[in-house]
Every structure is written in structure tokens, then in C-alpha cells.
């Protein structure tokens, strides 16, 4: 009675644990799959499955599905092969691949950027921001900006909150509009004239591009300008910057 | 009394194994897009860092610092760190005495990076065990805290990558980091190399 007990409650941790794993069984329809030891073109082919056989999808990773043969084989395959394969139910596999912005509605995005003010009293002054943004829209974006700007005798931070808007997300290069609103400080003067940009709010507006290099990988570069209200005058910036922004 | 015990615990974890059995099959006949996105995927990364920092004029320290990284896809990566290493006293403060003292001696850094995976492959250190590693390369930019200054930094670097295990990483770095210092001399563009040492685990 004991040794019951004890081996179906043994069996039903063993199931909890399987359980949890989601898995998906694909049929491969091209002649082979080639399965790698990593999931990197790098990696060597330790194995390849044969046309017909049955395969589970365990774990992804970029451009990567790590799988287990029929034959209990563990190793990682290319999308674009597991693309080639059907569903159980005869349907091809639609996988979440290669495809431009349009995907992107709903999805974060972490980035930073590196550029320089080209233009009024903080004109030469070397700047990089960290920006996180939300995509509400495939075309339509939120996007919380904190910066730097240091030159040999100023150093200064910025925050704000930009809108992006990006009507054709679903090229390869696709241009970009930006208009936001922030704070700038400068928190080292120079010793002779002080700047007049302090504790600062700020507008701006921008134009920019967006490259695709993968899937959720972009290069962004822009040229922006900038209205800092001072005591004195507004005061006219312009900074042109590029980074990466990777989206998740 | 403990028969009775026994029974009840039997019949419950039976009715578990039935349950979690149906529900089991039921997970493997999911096919749908929607289960593909919610197939475990190993996106993001988490470490510690340790080494040595060489201060231009400051001499080497002890460094610790945590990252964070991000597989943009096979071959790129971003990568977010942040190190400190208190600082030791340059050769003319050796004689003259500290120029600046307190928080400002920490040396703090923080810096995006940017990563390409330059060769991707396998290391062997005993027998046939296989383990995957990668040479890979750094660059990007940040901010250097030291001595009341903070300044714009570069930052280059190439490390390698060894899998302990299926999510374990050991990584070796070598990077330079680059910005202007008027500490010692006006404008002087210091080169300060870290050779660390991260324990990273991928989620």
C-alpha cells in the first residue's frame, strides 16, 4: 500500500513537471533538418532529421528553435528550416520570422543613442541618450528619453516624453517623426559665462529613420531640434544622433 | 487512522495524475501561433562582473559590477553594465598628498554596449565534453564618474564566452575605456583598460 502511495504521488510530480513545458510537434517536409549544437551557424551539425519524421519545438531563441527528434535527439535548428514544416493537422507552420516593423504593435522596446549638438549654446557638446519606448500602434509610440550632454567645461542631463510616429514601419528603412517635450539642466557652468539654459523645460521636434537590421533589432538615426525656454530668450538647439533599439 | 490517511492522499494525487495527464495532452495538441510565442525563449541575461581596472595614472584596482544583456538575434547582442573600483593614489599624489578624496576616489561606470558574436564554436576541456563558446566584440558608449569629473566615455572591447551549462555563462572581457580627464593634465584623453571575469545566467 505504502510503495503505491509513494510511486503515484512520484508519478504525479514527474507529470507537474512535464507539464509545465509547452510543447509543439511539427512535421518536417523538406528532405532534412540540420540540428546544431547551438544556435549559431557556427555551431557544428551533430544530427539531421529525415523527411517525415516528428519533431518538438522546446525552447526559442533568435533566429533559433532548440527541438527534440522522434528519435530523443536534443539540438538547435534555423527558423527559416523549421519553417519548412507542417502541423499535425496538415496545416504549414506559421512561425513569428522575418518580417519589418509591422509586427512591432504592443511590443517595448530598449535602446540608446549617441549624437552631438550642432548647433546654439551648447553647440559641440557630446551627447547619449537611453530611451525606452512602448508601441501602442504598429505606426504610433511612446518613448521616455534620459541624456547626457558634457563638453570640455559643461556637463548637463535631460529627461522627456516623445511621440514616434512611424507610418511605414513595414519597410526595410522607414522614416520617423518625433515631437516631445523635457527638462535639460546643466549641472557644470563654465567658469566664465554661465549658459543660460539652467533647470530648463524644452520642446522638440525631429525627423529620423529607422533601419531594420533583424527582426527586433533597429538602427535609428535622426536630426532633431530643440526650443529650450530660459529666463532670457528661447534658446535654439539642434543635435543629430544614431543608435540601436531592440525590441521585445 | 493511517490507512484512512493514506487512502485519501492516494485518491487525491491519483485524481492530480488524471487531471495533470489530460491537461498534458491537451498542451501537446496546441499547434497554434499563440503557443509558439509562448514556447520558453531565452532572450535575456543577468551577471556579475570581477576583474582588474588599470586607471590611467591611478594604477590597476579591484573592479565588481553587474550586467544586463539582451539576444537582439544570432549575432547581436546589447549589453548594459555597470562597474566600481575604489582608486588608489596616482604617483604625484604618492608625494604630494590626495588631490581630491571621499566618494570622488570611487571610480563608477556605467555603459550601453552594443555586441557582435564574431566566431561562434565549441570548446573542449576534457574528452569529448563539448562546451559552446563564442568570440564576440564590444562597443558603445557611457558615462565615467571619478574624481568630481563626469565625462562622455567610449567604450571598446572583445571578450569569449564559454557555456557552463545550457543557461550558465562564463565570460571573459577585455575593454577600453576611453574619455577626456582634466585631472592631471587639461584634457587628457585616458585610455583605461578592465580585463574582467562575468557569471551570467540566461532567462
Redesign the interface.
Known amino acids: 500500500?505504502?510503495y503505491?502511495?509513494w510511486l503515484?504521488?512520484l508519478?504525479?510530480a514527474s507529470?507537474?513537471c512535464?507539464?509545465k513545458?509547452?510543447?509543439?510537434?511539427?512535421e518536417v517536409i523538406d528532405p532534412y533538418l540540420e540540428m546544431h549544437?547551438?544556435?549559431?551557424?557556427?555551431?557544428?551539425i551533430i544530427y539531421t532529421v529525415e523527411q517525415g519524421e516528428m519533431i518538438d519545438?522546446?525552447?526559442?531563441?533568435?533566429?533559433?528553435?532548440e527541438i527534440k527528434s522522434s528519435t530523443g535527439r536534443i539540438g538547435w535548428v534555423k527558423s527559416s528550416q523549421i519553417a519548412r514544416t507542417i502541423?499535425?493537422?496538415g496545416e504549414p507552420?506559421?512561425?513569428?520570422s522575418v518580417s519589418y516593423g509591422d509586427y512591432l504593435e504592443d511590443s517595448l522596446s530598449?535602446?540608446?543613442n549617441?549624437g552631438q549638438f550642432t548647433g546654439g549654446e551648447l553647440k559641440g557638446s557630446?551627447t547619449?541618450s537611453?530611451t525606452s519606448e512602448q508601441r501602442w500602434l504598429s505606426w504610433f509610440g511612446t518613448e521616455l528619453e534620459v541624456g547626457?550632454y558634457?563638453d570640455?567645461e559643461v556637463?548637463g542631463r535631460y529627461y522627456g516624453l516623445n511621440l514616434l510616429f512611424e507610418p511605414y514601419s513595414d519597410w526595410v528603412v522607414s522614416p520617423v517623426i518625433i515631437v516631445g517635450t523635457g527638462n535639460m539642466k546643466t549641472t557644470?557652468q563654465p567658469k566664465l559665462i554661465p549658459l543660460s539654459i539652467e533647470d530648463s523645460g524644452y520642446y522638440q521636434y525631429g525627423i529620423g529613420g529607422n533601419f531594420y537590421?533583424?527582426?527586433?533589432?533597429v538602427i535609428r538615426a535622426g536630426y532633431r531640434e530643440y526650443t529650450v525656454s530660459t529666463e532670457q530668450d528661447d534658446e535654439r538647439l539642434d543635435r543629430w544622433h544614431i543608435g540601436?533599439n531592440?525590441f521585445? | 487512522m493511517a490507512h484512512w490517511f493514506q487512502r485519501v492522499l492516494l485518491g487525491a494525487s491519483l485524481a492530480t495524475f488524471t487531471l495533470v495527464t489530460a491537461t498534458e495532452a491537451q498542451a501537446e495538441q496546441v499547434t497554434t501561433i499563440d503557443s509558439i510565442e509562448q514556447l520558453d525563449n531565452e532572450l535575456f541575461e543577468l551577471g556579475v562582473t570581477t576583474g582588474i581596472i588599470n586607471i590611467q595614472d591611478f594604477g590597476s584596482e579591484f573592479v565588481t559590477g553587474i550586467n544586463a544583456g539582451f539576444i537582439a538575434s544570432e549575432d547581436i547582442f546589447m549589453q548594459l553594465n555597470y562597474v566600481f573600483a575604489d582608486a588608489g593614489l596616482s604617483s604625484f599624489e604618492k608625494s604630494q598628498g590626495a588631490l581630491f578624496s571621499g566618494d570622488d576616489r570611487k571610480f563608477q561606470h556605467f555603459d550601453f554596449l552594443v555586441g557582435y558574436n564574431l566566431y561562434q564554436g565549441e570548446q573542449f576541456f576534457s574528452g569529448t565534453d563539448a562546451q559552446l563558446s563564442s568570440l564576440y566584440l564590444v562597443a558603445g558608449i557611457g558615462d565615467t564618474d571619478f574624481g568630481g569629473e563626469e565625462s562622455f566615455t567610449y567604450t571598446v572591447g572583445i571578450g569569449y564566452q564559454i557555456g557552463l551549462s545550457r543557461t550558465y555563462n562564463l565570460k571573459f572581457d577585455y575593454r577600453d575605456y576611453i574619455y577626456d580627464s582634466s585631472l592631471l593634465l587639461e584634457d587628457e584623453s585616458t585610455h583605461n583598460a578592465q580585463f574582467s571575469v562575468s557569471l551570467n545566467v540566461l532567462f
Open positions: 500500500m505504502k503505491i502511495l503515484s504521488l508519478l504525479t507529470y507537474s512535464l507539464a513545458d509547452i510543447m509543439i510537434r511539427l549544437t547551438g544556435p549559431g551557424d557556427g555551431y557544428p519545438l522546446l525552447t526559442r531563441r533568435p533566429d533559433w528553435y502541423q499535425p493537422t507552420v506559421d512561425l513569428p530598449l535602446g540608446f549617441v557630446q547619449f537611453f547626457k558634457y570640455s556637463r557644470v537590421l533583424g527582426r527586433n533589432f540601436f531592440a521585445f
